[in-house]
């Protein structure tokens, strides 16, 4: 029992500070940002950020926004669990997905260089200041 509760011990202690550092800079951003919308931080005196967020079209492009975003996600969870239920059935189908799933873990990889590629080139993006 003891181990079980060290383990524990061992499990959450790295999740809440990964938590921690992850979510008190974004609470933080988010409070920053609404305080500016509001005008009680930053240079705001003429008014455009409390003018935007009572604007109707600024709320119906977050709503729309947030529609793509949920029913692309519930596309996206749907073809995932068939894909899964299809592939679990199968050994040899089973090793065929293990494959095809790790073909774009190099992707971000790859993103990073061109990125940083089209930042330091010499007819980057820096070398034009």
């Excluded at 550092?21 to 705001?44: E, F, H, R």
């Excluded at 029913?71 to 669990?81: E, K, P, Q, S, Y």
Aim: charged fraction near 10%.
């Amino acid at each position: 029992m003891n181990t079980l509760r060290r383990r524990s011990r061992t499990v959450v202690v790295p999740l809440l500070l990964a938590g921690a550092l992850l979510g008190v800079p974004i609470v933080v951003s988010v409070g920053y940002l609404l305080a500016g919308a509001l005008g009680w931080v930053g240079n705001t005196s003429s008014g455009a950020a409390g003018r935007m967020l009572t604007d109707a079209a600024v709320w119906r492009s977050v709503l729309l926004s947030l529609w793509i975003a949920a029913v692309g996600t519930a596309i996206a969870m749907i073809g995932a669990l068939m894909i899964a239920l299809l592939f679990g059935r199968d050994r040899r189908l089973d090793r065929l997905a293990q494959r095809i799933a790790a073909l774009p873990l190099p992707v971000p990889t790859v993103a990073t260089a061109v990125a940083v590629l089209l930042l330091l080139s010499q007819s980057g993006w820096l070398s034009r200041v």
